[in-house]
Each structure stands twice: as structure tokens, then as C-alpha cells.
């Protein structure tokens, strides 16, 4: 069975390379060694901080707080992403009894050694007010579990004796800080605050000293842990593994449409490992989820508490998974509404109500997020949440903040302001891809226009380590497939595919393509057969595949066809090919029909000889339409752009262009069944 309370850190302190570099380099340093362990510190969760004297803009010696900057996260943080403030004005602070948080952001904001660096952590007071060069503040996962243990006070004296000191549960702040600074400077032997349901500080006259403090209190806490309260084996059975993909398959889209807002779609991303999975399979899970956040730091991300979806597959089927689901989210935005309209105490807006981390009994849990970004934190955050709420449970209990404290956090401006340091969504953020032929040409240029435009993308192509290629260059917005489009099998498990990275499809682009040409007496059934396979039965795979999710979803869709001139004019010597096309062409109005009264679209781009970058025009075809125009292969750029109204060539850029407007659910909301020409002007080929 899994083990899923926290364990002990590893010590990474490297003295010699330590020793080398700036106090500021070493405070990034420093950082970086902390956020290598997630159990140390979360995503983006922390904060570290040293004192020094160091000259100002005019030459004087100044004493300085340099501390993370907001929105920064230690595992990637550089020197560069760190805020210094002149600690002779932050003194005075400490005579105060207390201090709003707008006043005290503008204050801070004063202190600036220089305007332009980042905003400084909303913890920021913690470190000016507790004496030592070096302060770090974490909040490691065996620490949270003696901090947010019902009897956590107790507990933290019985492991830490005098070292430690508690302070009970208030919101991070000026005062919380205030009471940290007075605590340390009272209680000289001290070498660990630990603060109620919340986390860690530790302090030193060295980095070094600071760093081993963090590390020792956490594995003083795991060992008392593991000795004091082993955990206790998890009973329940979880799913054998492809039975948990199996069903989140069957299930995800589902979901993917419950939590979409106002048409904002979302991402899912599942974690089914074994411990999640032994986790979410206990029968002590669907109570211990629901107690509230481990950490205040994770409330913005994972909300108070999970969406909870029981589900027993000896007598659960699918659809019964299914309709839980809808009841779940519908039932989950109601109490976040209530619970918004029970604790806001002004004008603040209400957050959106789907819920951002979800789990399924046996199965997992799955992060729901407006990027693939957003949604892997969300699931991060949990797996952490998981290992607090285990060890906590062991020693007598868990406990959380409550819905008012909770609330305080999650409706606080200065932790809504780090919301607003991520880019404003791009116009397909949230929205799924899935790209045939994807993985070079015209299929390539897709897939990174729509990834540049916020949509994650499925890379299909028959060269699965082609499409590996383009979807690793686009980075984790991207997941690839190899996939046959003539083989009804393989693109039913292309979109399942889809469905695992992603948890749907929105925007369905069918773009694989081939192409031969032979005047009618030398085309052969194979060349037939080849050309009607790929271009027409694809096509309509794709679509029917693609369609099914996208109902399932009933968020709506669109599906672009890649069609060709040739589908409109009449060309000669290329039977299967053009007729192949116009199949293909036709095929697109008759699903725009079907399908509009789902809110799918279905529209075609027609290109013309987009020669670059493409595999086709790399193929014997350059030579055959060479031939049948009576001219050398490398005259054929010069011999189309001649031949277009406007004189131009048609790249596979110009095609993305068209794509991009077409699956766009704002600008293109009111189009289907349409044809895009993108080739340069052909008359015979105009739409009529
Ligand atoms: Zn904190």
C-alpha cells in the first residue's frame, strides 16, 4: 500500500558553490534548494529573505530586506524576481498596534530601494521584523501536518520541547507578522515558529543555518510522525490502473463541460497515481476532503475543499458517474454562492464558482483550471494536501481553517493581486485542439497558431515521433498521438488521448493530408483508395470522434476541414484527389447542418499550393503537377503566384491565419458551412 503522510527532506547544500556567489545569489540559491522539494515548498508558496547593508542610488551605506517578490516561486526564483526595501524605514512599523493591508502594501511600496522591482510578498513584514540576517518561511507538508492537527499546539511542543513556538491561526498580515517579530525577540532559544494551520519560519546567521533549520524542523517532524502516529494502512481497494483511465475517459468531457463558466472553458489535468488513488479509495476520504484547505496558500488554487464524486463500479455504471458529476458541480457552485453571499463583506466580486480540484472515489483527483498551468497547480497543490491531511489525521485529527477565515483568505486583495500577475486569458485559453497531420506543413503552422492563442493542442499524425517533435517544441500545452485517420479504431483512441491530457476537445482540425495526380487512364483503384481513405473517410472519422466528445461537453465546438482549390475547381489529371476533395468539402455543409443545433461548427479553409515546409510538395506530387503543367519542379512557386489575382504565394502560416478566425467561438461564433479560400485568388475556385 502507498505511503501518502510526509516524509523526510534531503539536504542539497552545495558549500562550495554556496560560498561563490552574492549574498543576493544566495538568497536565490538558497530558494531554489527549497522548491526542489515540493513537500518543502508548494508552488509558488514561501518566501525567503536576507538582511544586508549595501550602498544606495547616491553611495550610502543603506540596510536593506531583500525578499522574494509576489508571484515568484522559490524552485525557478532569480536574483532578478527579489524586492530590496530600506529597513530603516520599515522600523518605525514595529511600534504600530496594527495596520490595514492597503496602507501597509502602499508603505511597503515606499520603502522600494527601486521602483521598478517586483511588488514584495505579502509575508514581507514577517521577515523585517524578525531580527536574523536570514529568514525563510515555508510551508512543508509534515510541518502542516502538526499545524493543522486538532491538537497542533501540544503536538508541536511534544516534538519541538522550547524550540519551537506556536502562534495561533490569524490571516497572514501585518499582524501575524508583528506577533512572529515579538515572539522570536522574546524567546531567545527559540529556533522554529511554527504558525497554526499555516506553516513554518526559521531564521540564522548564515544562510546555510537558515536553510539546515527549515530542513531539521521538518524531519523532526516526520520522524515524530512516523513514530508517534505510523500511518494507518488505507483500506478501500483502488481501481486497477486502466480501469481509472478507463473511467476518467468515459467521464472527463462531462465534466469538462459542468465546469465551464460563461463559455470560459477549462482544462483538466488527472492525477491517478497510486497513492492519489489509494487516497481518494479510503473510506475516510470523502469525510477528510471536505474539512477545508491545508494551507491558506492553496485556497485561490484548489478552494476550500474538492468536489467529491463517489463512485462504486460494482453498481455504478458510466452514465451514473456521469449524472453525479452534473448533480456535483451544480450542488458545488450553489454552496460556493451561499458561501459568498454569507462572508463578503463589500464590493468584492465573486470567484468563479466551478470547482478546481476534483475527486473521484478509487480513481484520483483532477486539477480544473483555465490552462494547463492553472489546472496542474490546482492538482499539485492537492497531492500535497493529501500528505497534511494524512499525517494530520494520524496524529488526532485534521483541521482547517473555517469558511470566515477561509473566506478572509481567498477574498483578500493582496492574494487576489497575485492572481493578476498572470497575462489576461488569450482568446482560445482553456479551449482543446486536436491537430491531424499535425506534426509538419500547413498541420504544424496550426497547431502553433492556436497554441499561441492560448488552445492546448493534440498533435494526430501518422509520424507519431513527428508529431513528438512538434508537440514537444510547444511544451506542455502540447500532447501528441500517433494516429491512422483511416483506421476507426486508432482515431477513436486519438481523441481518448485527448481526453488524458486534457479532459476534451473543442476544436477538431483535419488536416492530414496526401496527394497524387495521374491523368484518368494510368489512375489506379490503390491511388483511389489511398486518396478517398485519408481525405474523405478521415475526414469523417475525425469529425464523428471529434463530435462525440464535443456533444458530450455540450459546450459547443468547431471543427475546420482543410480542403483544397481542387475541391471547388476543376482540375485536371488528379480524379482521386480533387474528387476526393469535394467530397471532403461537401461533406463539411452536411455536418454544419447536423451539428448546428449542438453549437458545432464545421467550416472549411481551401489552400492553394502552400509549397513550404510541406511534406506533400516534398513528395513525388511536386514532380507529377511539374509535369502536367509542362514546367521544371523549382518553376512551380514562381508558376503559381503567377497564376493567383493578387501575385502571391500561399504559406502554411496564411492557412493558420484562417483556421485560427474559424475556431475562434467569438469571431467566427456565427459562422458555419462556410468556405475560406487562402490561395492567392483563383477565380474557377470562387464560391458560388
Ligand atoms: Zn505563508
Known sequence: MPQTAP?????????????????????????????????????????????????????????????????????????????ALRLDEIDPLREREEMPDAEMVAYLARCQVEPSMPRSSIETLLHAFVDAPHVDHTHPDAINAIAGAADGERLAAECFGDEALWIPYIRPGFLLSRQVGEAVAANPGARFVILAKHGLVTWGETGEESYR?????????????????????????????????????????????????????????????????????????????????????????????????????????????????RAGVEEFRAGEREYFERHREGDETIADTAPRVVAIEGVGIVGVGRNVKAASLSRDLYHRAIAVMRGATALDGFVSLDDAESFAVEYWPLELYKLSLAPPPRELEGRVALISGGAGGIGAAIAGRLAADGA??????????????????????AAAVAVDVTDEDAVAAAFAGAVDAFGGIDLVVASAGIASSAPLAEATVAEWERNYGVLAKGYFLLAREGAAVQRAQGQGG????????????????????????????????????????????????????????????????????????????????????????????????????????????TRAAKSTGNVINVDGGVPTAYPR
Request: charged content about 25%.
Open 213 to 325: 533549520a527549515t530542513l531539521e524542523a521538518i524531519n523532526r517532524a516526520a520522524g515524530f510522525l512516523a513514530a508517534k502516529a505510523p500511518e494507518p494502512a488505507l483500506s478501500g481497494e483502488p481501481l486497477p490502473v486502466e480501469s481509472r483511465r478507463e473511467l476518467l475517459r468515459a467521464v472527463l468531457p462531462t465534466l469538462r463541460g459542468a465546469v465551464a463558466t460563461d463559455g470560459a472553458a477549462k482544462v483538466l489535468v488527472a492525477d491517478t497515481a497510486d497513492d492519489v488513488a489509494a487516497f481518494a479509495a479510503d473510506p475516510s476520504a470523502a469525510e477528510v476532503s471536505q474539512v477545508g484547505a491545508a494551507c491558506p496558500d492553496h485556497l485561490v488554487h484548489t478552494k476550500r475543499r474538492p468536489l467529491w464524486i463517489a463512485y462504486d463500479p460494482a453498481s455504478d455504471d458510466h452514465e451514473a458517474v456521469r449524472e453525479r458529476i
Open 456 to 477: 492546448c493542442v493534440v498533435i494526430a499524425d501518422l509520424d507519431g515521433d513527428g508529431a513528438a517533435r512538434t508537440a514537444g517544441e510547444l511544451g506542455e500545452v
Open 558 to 665: 468547431a471543427i475546420v476541414f482543410i480542403g483544397s482549390k481542387n475541391a471547388l475547381a476543376a482540375g485536371k489529371s488528379a480524379v482521386a484527389y480533387s474528387s476526393a476533395k469535394a467530397a471532403e468539402l461537401h461533406m463539411a455543409r452536411c455536418l454544419a447542418e447536423e451539428l448546428g443545433p449542438d453549437g458545432i461548427r464545421v467550416n472549411t479553409v481551401n489552400p492553394d499550393a502552400v509549397l513550404e515546409g510541406s511534406r506533400i510538395w516534398d513528395s513525388s506530387w511536386r514532380a507529377e503537377r511539374a509535369r502536367a503543367y509542362g514546367i521544371e519542379p523549382d518553376q512551380l512557386e514562381a508558376h503559381y503566384r503567377a497564376r493567383t489575382t493578387l501575385k502571391v504565394n500561399v504559406t502554411p502560416a496564411d492557412i493558420a491565419e484562417a483556421v485560427a478566425f474559424l475556431a475562434s467561438p
Open 7 to 83: 516524509k523526510t527532506t534531503a539536504d542539497r547544500w552545495d558549500a562550495e558553490r554556496a560560498a561563490s556567489l552574492s549574498p543576493l545569489e544566495g538568497l536565490a540559491y538558497r530558494s531554489n534548494l527549497l522548491g526542489a522539494d515540493r513537500a518543502v515548498a508548494n508552488y509558488g508558496g514561501g518566501n525567503t529573505s536576507i538582511k544586508v547593508t549595501e550602498p544606495d542610488h547616491v553611495g550610502r551605506p543603506t540596510r536593506v530586506l531583500w525578499v522574494k517578490g509576489s508571484g515568484s516561486d522559490l524552485a525557478t526564483i532569480t536574483a532578478d524576481r527579489f524586492t
